[in-house]
Structure formats: C-alpha cells, structure tokens
C-alpha cells in the first residue's frame, strides 16, 4: 500500500490492474460518506471540499483505488463549488459515461481503475481543452509534487 491514509487492499498508487469488489466489499473498507459518492453516485455539497481552493503542486488520486486522476497544473477556479480540472492526467485514468438522471444530459465520470463515481465533464472549461471535470472532493486524495519526488529520488539512488 502506498498511502497509510487508505489501508485496504485495493488501494495502491503503483498498481494498475482493474479493481473489482462487490458493493459489500467496498462497504466494508470506504467511510459511509466516500461509499456514498463512489459506488452510489452521490454528490458532496458545493463549497465543502477541501481541494476546492487548493493550490498546492502535486497529484490528485482517487481515494477508493489510489489510480491517478489528475495533476495539480490543471486544476482551475471554476466558481461552480467542487474542485475543477481541465485534463485528466491520462486517456485510461478516467471513464465516461452518458448520465440523463435528474432530467438533465450530461457525461458522468468514473475512475478508469475502479469505476468509482467522480462527478461529470462539461463543455464550459478553459483552454486548452475547453473542458471542466467537475469532481467530488471526497474521492480525491492529494500528494504534494515535492513529497513524490523525494519517493522518486530515494528509490533511484
């Protein structure tokens, strides 16, 4: 495990295989309130994340896997409340998938690594992509730039 934070067996910030676990199983080793967003596509009330103001330079994971979701030099102020992004760091870190509940259309996205709810993508970001992941704060977890290159640079020497 790479995060005492999350000490459950499907968590891991080096591991890139599928992760596949009941609902049952996930219950057991979320919080109620990350089992909430991650597995039952709830929503955390805008303006409560932690991460919404956040400017430090790191990485953002997802806290039920720990697959990486998206680099701190994309993240923008959206205004919309929930920490916003203009890339993910990579075409098989996230999912998308049609979303037409509460009479609205929009593109739900998900964790590539364990189908974990995210939030939804929008046509209304900033250059370059012109697109804003807007994501629940609870399914984030945070690795500042610096702490990772101290990892990078012990395991190299």
Known sequence: MDNSKNNHPAYSRTDTSKVALSAGE???ILSPELYNIAREKG????YTSIWEKHTDKG???CAACGNALFQSD?????????PSFYAPISKTSILYLPDNTHGMTRTEVQCGRCK???????EDGPPPTGLRYCINGVILDFE???????????KNE
Do not use: D, I, M
């Not at 290159?149 to 012990?154: D, I, L, T, V």
């Open 116 to 122: 974990s709810h995210l939030g939804h993508v929008f």
């Open 26 to 28: 996930w219950k057991k």
């Open 144 to 154: 500042k730039a610096k702490e990772t290159e101290k990892k990078y640079q012990q």
């Open 43 to 46: 929503t955390e009330r805008p």
């Open 74 to 82: 994309t993240k923008f102020e959206s205004g919309c409340g929930w």
């Open 59 to 61: 990485t953002y994971y």
